[in-house]
């Protein structure tokens, strides 16, 4: 498979613990976004990588998130002491250049 | 502010029928635009994408039309198929004065009736 693969598909964490998600994008996609998407709505973006260096961040991205994507080709989204409105859909989509290819998401469900 | 919206939230049709999903959106400096189909459970499936210099971009079983002049943007399908029951998103992007990231709609669902 050489789509965009991202690691866990479901994470149920306890409110105030962190959770570290994995997204490995399509090779040779040079950008890589992470978006959120709740139920019932269309994703919103959160963070824009070109290779390893983060260019853009919304103003969702609190400072408990952190995205990474150190060599360049997979990234990881961070979100530390989780709160039950981080319950969502963490989406990642890899891209040369124009579309955009999403993953299958992590579904984070904080109790 | 900037949105991307749809007139409709949900469209039955007939199988065999054409479908027509219709999608409004309000930044005019836009430049790209792109529907996907995102099934229950899974991420968004890229159908179609077109560029603003252009009005009509046709796939498989698949047409966009961009209206520039009233900021309206459309997918068709033809034939629609049970396979095609899924909710979609139309969203834009400014790759002229951003890095392209997308800005959804809430999305249209699709049903098809055997």
């Known amino acids: 498979d050489t789509g965009v693969s991202q690691n866990p598909r479901h994470k149920i964490t306890k409110r105030g613990q962190n959770v570290t998600f994995r997204c490995d994008p399509i090779s040779e996609h040079n950008r890589l976004y992470w978006y959120r998407q709740t139920l019932g709505q269309g994703p919103e973006f959160l963070t824009y990588f070109q290779n390893e260096a983060q260019l853009e961040k919304s103003r969702l991205l609190s400072d408990r998130f952190s995205a990474e994507r150190p060599k360049g080709s997979f990234s990881t989204l961070e979100i530390q002491r989780t709160e039950q409105g981080d319950s969502a859909m963490y989406l990642c989509?890899?891209?040369?250049?124009?579309?955009?290819?999403f993953g299958p998401g992590t579904r984070l469900t904080v109790t | 502010g900037e949105s991307v919206g749809l007139h409709l939230p949900t469209l039955s049709v007939q199988e065999g029928d054409n479908s027509i999903i219709n999608c409004a959106y309000s930044n005019s400096a836009s430049d790209y635009f792109i529907w996907y189909k995102q099934e229950s459970g899974k991420g968004p499936q890229f159908i179609i994408d077109?560029?603003?210099?252009?009005d009509k971009r046709q796939g498989q079983r698949v047409t966009v039309l961009l209206n520039k002049t009233v900021k309206h943007l459309s997918l068709q399908i033809a034939a629609t198929q049970p396979g095609d029951s899924a909710v979609y998103f139309c969203?834009?992007?400014?790759?002229?004065?951003?890095?392209?990231?997308?800005?959804f709609g809430k999305g249209t669902k699709l049903s098809v009736k055997p």
């Open positions: 989509a890899s891209s040369p250049r124009g579309e955009q290819y």
């Open positions: 077109i560029r603003s210099n252009m």
């Open positions: 969203a834009e992007a400014n790759y002229g004065g951003s890095q392209g990231n997308l800005i």
